[in-house]
């Protein structure tokens, strides 16, 4: 499994303003539902329940937020770049301005952590970070996520 299996070209949005955490999972859910097909308020309602229980703010100003959704038929992806970091309890209480949000059906257990895995490790790589935060485009970004899914599979 890559990013690139997860990730629509259309599923990145750039250029985001929110003033806090739950307007940040908001936006993301609003692209869900644009982009995937799923109710905006039952997306929104999965990120903030998983974020109840614990804060998927990684660090390094990345945060994975993540929810189990009905009508869905695999592990979707949603990409949003914040214009301005807001605090999100992550693990190194920094800021958090790119949110990598996974959307899995209900019954996807495995593929949902091995997507969680994957885009775990490819966030945590600094030039990847940079890159996504300096790209000019949603799909420049879409473009070098997938790219560098296939070239960390290995």
Same mark, same amino acid.
């Given at each position: 499994?890559?990013?690139?299996?997860?990730?629509?070209?259309?599923?990145?949005?750039?250029?985001?303003?929110?003033?806090?955490?739950?307007?940040?999972?908001?936006?993301?859910?609003?692209?869900?539902?644009?982009?995937?097909?799923?109710?905006?308020?039952?997306?929104?309602?999965?990120?903030?329940?998983?974020?109840?229980?614990?804060?998927?703010?990684?660090?390094?100003?990345?945060?994975?937020?993540? #929810?189990?959704?009905?009508?869905?038929?695999?592990?979707?992806?949603?990409?949003?770049?914040?214009?301005?970091?807001?605090?999100?309890?992550?693990?190194?209480?920094?800021?958090?301005?790119?949110?990598?949000?996974?959307?899995?059906?209900?019954?996807?257990?495995?593929?949902?952590?091995?997507?969680? #895995?994957?885009?775990?490790?490819?966030?945590?790589?600094?030039?990847?970070?940079?890159?996504?935060?300096?790209?000019?485009?949603?799909? #420049?970004?879409?473009?070098?996520?997938?790219?560098?899914?296939?070239?960390?599979?290995?």
């Amino acid at each position: 499994m890559t990013i690139g299996d997860l990730l629509d070209p259309g599923a990145v949005a750039l250029r985001a303003g929110a003033p806090g955490k739950r307007q940040a999972l908001s936006l993301v859910a609003d692209v869900a539902a644009r982009v995937l097909g799923v109710d905006a308020e039952a997306a929104l309602e999965g990120l903030l329940e998983r974020e109840a229980a614990a804060s998927t703010g990684v660090g390094n100003g990345v945060a994975i937020p993540h #929810a189990r959704l009905d009508g869905l038929d695999r592990v979707r992806a949603i990409v949003v770049r914040l214009d301005t970091p807001v605090a999100f309890d992550a693990l190194d209480d920094k800021p958090v301005d790119l949110l990598i949000a996974l959307f899995a059906p209900r019954d996807a257990s495995a593929q949902h952590l091995r997507a969680l #895995a994957r885009v775990a490790r490819i966030m945590r790589q600094p030039e990847t970070r940079q890159a996504v935060r300096q790209a000019r485009s949603s799909d #420049a970004i879409h473009v070098l996520l997938t790219q560098e899914a296939t070239s960390t599979a290995a």
